[in-house]
């Protein structure tokens, strides 16, 4: 059984106003659907049975639309930031208890069309507390943040760029769950913030995807992922 996946969709989304001003960025319209909806259905379709929605921002209307997740073939709980936001480690710092010992953790703007499966069955044999799964970006899509060597991550740093990052982070990473027990609950961190120490330490497997992935988190991004599920690839 593949594991549960936590679902990072509490942020804001200031770079999509004016259109996220009333509705969370996890319900604008994509290809005639709430984004959600695309990304849940991906998820059920690779094997997926649970997923855990971390909401803040507008979260209220994100619950009610997705409900328990049975129309979608999956399980759906949530876990609300509270008065303050949690940032994405705190999120999931949040959300881990009903995770397991094992998860997924993935972006609430991304679409990825890599397999879970493997990525799972190579973290599960990797001996290591983490990984990330990267795409070899060159600058391609964004600024490249990481350094891959022989199966590990050796250098991750979402700010200060350097030549030899080729590699850019897919939106797909899969913990152990002790590796969040050094942070306090309710503290507010952002999971870069994790994933850097964690790599500092070489503890960060990576697997690389050999596909693009599609994201809303820009109008840029929000276009082409239209046009990508719009196509022969909305049934997904």
């Not at 705190?90 to 094992?102: H, M, R, S, T």
Request: aromatic residues 10%; neutral net charge.
């Amino acid at each position: 059984m593949t594991a549960p996946v936590i679902l990072l969709a509490g942020g804001e989304a200031t770079r999509l106003r004016p259109v996220t001003e009333k509705i969370p960025k996890s319900l604008v319209d994509v290809a005639g659907k709430p984004f959600i909806e695309h990304q849940l259905r991906l998820l059920a379709a690779n094997g997926v049975s649970r997923v855990i929605i971390c909401a803040g921002y507008l979260g209220a209307q994100l619950r009610d639309f997705v409900g328990d997740g049975r129309r979608y073939g999956l399980s759906a709980e949530f876990v609300f930031d509270g008065d303050k936001p949690l940032g994405t480690g705190g999120a999931v710092k949040k959300a881990a208890p009903l995770a397991g010992d094992i998860f997924f953790v993935m972006y609430g703007d991304s679409y990825l069309t890599e397999p879970f499966a493997p990525v799972e069955n190579y973290f599960r044999s990797g001996g290591k507390p983490a990984l990330m799964t990267v795409y070899e970006n060159r600058g391609k899509f964004d600024t490249g943040n990481m350094v891959l060597k022989d199966g590990t991550i050796v250098r991750y740093d979402k700010k200060t760029a350097t030549p030899d990052m080729h590699w850019i982070d897919y939106g797909l990473c899969m913990f152990r769950k002790e590796v969040l027990k050094l942070s306090e609950p309710g503290e507010r961190f952002d999971l870069s913030q994790l994933l850097g120490g964690l790599v500092l330490r070489g503890e960060v497997l990576g697997w690389q995807v050999k596909e693009r992935f599609y994201e809303i988190g820009s109008f840029k991004g929000l276009e082409e992922t239209r046009e990508y599920l719009g196509g022969n690839n909305g049934g997904r």
